[in-house]
């Protein structure tokens, strides 16, 4: 089965408050392998930018204006993750988004009638890392991921960047058995993982935390 990575960037914190998605982007992986596959797609949010997203995510409103609404490409994304294992950091807020604008232009379908299976890798990190913070930020120090401009969030960007965490964090293995306590009321097609190495932690700098503060400690977890 193929893994596609996703994620999203938004207007703000909470779709319940009218918020909306501005970039959604996938990476595809097979056989533990990039396929070189992705899909992506900025969107005109037709509504103002919280401040503080703008200082995570850079994109503005005069750069959106001209970007294609979410009904003009939300079949080129669905379509792209038929029948694909989706792994998402927090993918109970990103499914969020996706779904509330499928609602919103009165479209039936939801990402749960496409994706073969969630995976949520924010409570993969928590399992294999307990007690710790497992933000993709500190993932990416404590797998010492590298090579990206992480100047600001992208939705590209992090969706290499947690492919390149969740491989590291899987430790090369292909068959993987999630713990029982480990679930996602978002899906019950989740798939979870039990990780046995233990790791070196390592603490997010001063300016990551900043940074993850201002726009996503709000989140339910706080974490991502």
Do not use: W
Request: glycine share 6%; charged share 25%; proline share 3%.
């Amino acid at each position: 089965m193929k893994q596609i990575f996703l994620d999203t960037e938004t207007t703000g914190l909470d779709y319940k408050s009218g918020h909306k998605l501005i970039e959604i982007a996938c990476v595809e992986i097979e056989n533990r392998k990039f396929t070189g596959r992705e899909y992506q797609s900025y969107l005109n949010p037709n509504r103002a930018i919280d401040p503080g997203a703008v200082k995570v995510h850079g994109l503005s409103q005069e750069f959106l204006s001209d970007k294609p609404n979410f009904i003009d490409v939300y079949s080129d994304l669905l379509e792209f993750i038929k029948g694909a294992e989706l792994l998402i950091h927090n993918a109970e807020f990103d499914i969020g988004f996706i779904n509330n604008e499928l609602a919103l232009n009165n479209i039936a379908e939801r990402v749960e009638d496409y994706a073969a299976k969630i995976t949520d890798t924010l409570l993969m990190a928590r399992q294999i890392h307990p007690g710790q913070r497992n933000s993709l930020e500190v993932l990416t120090e404590r797998y010492n991921v590298q090579g990206y401009d992480r100047s600001y969030h992208g939705a590209l960007v992090d969706s290499k960047i947690l492919g390149e965490v969740y491989l590291s964090m899987t430790g090369g293995q292909t068959d993987l058995k999630l713990a029982p306590s480990v679930q996602n009321s978002l899906n019950p097609k989740i798939n979870k993982v039990d990780g046995t190495k233990s790791l070196l932690r390592i603490k997010a700098t001063d300016k990551e935390n900043k940074l993850h503060e201002e726009y996503l400690s709000s989140i339910s977890n706080n974490e991502n």
